[in-house]
């Protein structure tokens, strides 16, 4: 059997594994509690923050049978197979590739059939944003008047692709980009669990990497754990070069040079930053960072976006203080 990923072997299961959607999970729980279910819901906010798995757990807690006041009890002969990607009632569908008319006519279809073994049949539709019009116009219909037995999940990261008589028929929540501590503790508890060693600056590293993002986050650490050979512990010099970042001294270089306007000190700095395998992309990434914490510092703000570690910070500080620039 093939290695699962890391996301999806730490996907949550129940609404308490959906971290940092607070706001979204328990209203949801309260509408299953006090048997007020909608039938068309949609999930919008960026890759990685819950949505596909809140649908999941979604579609547990309103089949489950299990003995609980706060369903799902993720262990019932439905939960399970839901779990496990056997259940008939949960269908998902990729907006990306069934995005035309006929597909959807099909789904408009099967809607009619009633459940096979829960009470509720529930669509989700990842990426709708990417269906035709023609396809949003067939789906609309459906969405209008669902049968009893249907939920519809839309997920989208792109909200403001939606015709405006789709988001008028749903009920909309919106999945915040994940903090840095939620991040942090999530990738903790995981690297405890799967015995990975690494230093908290690295762990830190990847969780900034992430800005926001679970998926993200595991998935940077899936690639540094099978690079390590589990013996030992995984630095942040190594998680750098893996995932062609540069130092941020070379940053702080970089910004120093252009904040006096020194251009051959800057060329240099680029140089550096490139032979020491600097994949130019995250290094103006990492340059833009730092200088929209300069700007931030400079106005008096703070970053909050916990895009620098506090080295990185201290830095600008410093620099701001200078007031060269
Ligand atoms: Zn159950």
Redesign the pocket.
């Known amino acids: 059997m093939a290695t699962q990923a890391l996301y999806n072997r730490w996907r949550g299961q129940v609404f308490a594994d959906i971290l940092g959607q607070d706001h979204i999970t328990k209203t949801l729980q309260n509408q299953i509690r006090a048997g007020r279910v909608g039938h068309a819901y949609l999930f919008a906010g960026m890759r990685g923050t819950g949505k596909t798995s809140t649908a999941r757990i979604m579609a547990?807690a309103v089949n489950?049978?299990?003995e609980t006041d706060a369903?799902?009890?993720?262990?019932?002969h439905?939960?399970r197979s839901i779990a496990e990607g056997r259940s008939l009632d949960l269908i998902e569908i990729d907006g990306a590739s069934n995005r035309g008319i006929d597909e959807i006519r099909q789904l408009r279809d099967s809607v009619s059939f009633s459940p096979s073994e829960g009470r509720y049949k529930i669509y989700v539709i990842d990426e709708v944003h990417m269906l035709t019009n023609e396809a949003f116009n067939a789906l609309l219909k459906t969405l209008e008047e669902p049968p009893p037995h249907v939920i519809f999940i839309l997920c989208t990261t792109a909200p403001h692709r939606l015709p405006d008589t789709v988001l008028s028929r749903c009920q909309r929540f919106d999945f915040r980009r994940a903090p840095l501590p939620l991040l942090l503790k999530k990738l903790h508890m995981i690297c405890d669990q799967e015995k990975i060693a690494i230093e908290r600056d690295a762990l830190e590293f990847i969780a900034r990497r992430a800005t926001g993002s679970f998926r993200d986050a595991e998935s940077l650490l899936d690639q540094l754990s099978s690079y390590s050979d589990g013996l030992e512990e995984i630095t942040l010099e190594q998680v750098r070069s893996i995932l062609g970042s540069v130092s941020s001294a070379l940053v702080t270089q970089l910004v120093l040079s252009m904040t006096a306007g020194d251009l051959p000190a800057g060329l240099r700095t680029i140089n550096q930053a490139i032979d020491t395998g600097a994949e130019p992309r995250q290094f103006l990434k990492e340059i833009i960072d730092h200088l929209r914490a300069l700007l931030l510092v400079k106005v008096g703000g703070r970053d909050d976006r916990h895009a620098l570690s506090a080295q990185a910070l201290a830095e600008i500080g410093q620099l701001a203080e200078a007031g060269s620039f």
């Not at 369903?71 to 019932?76: K, L, S, Y």
């Open positions: 547990k489950c049978v299990g369903p799902p009890c993720d262990h019932c439905i939960c």
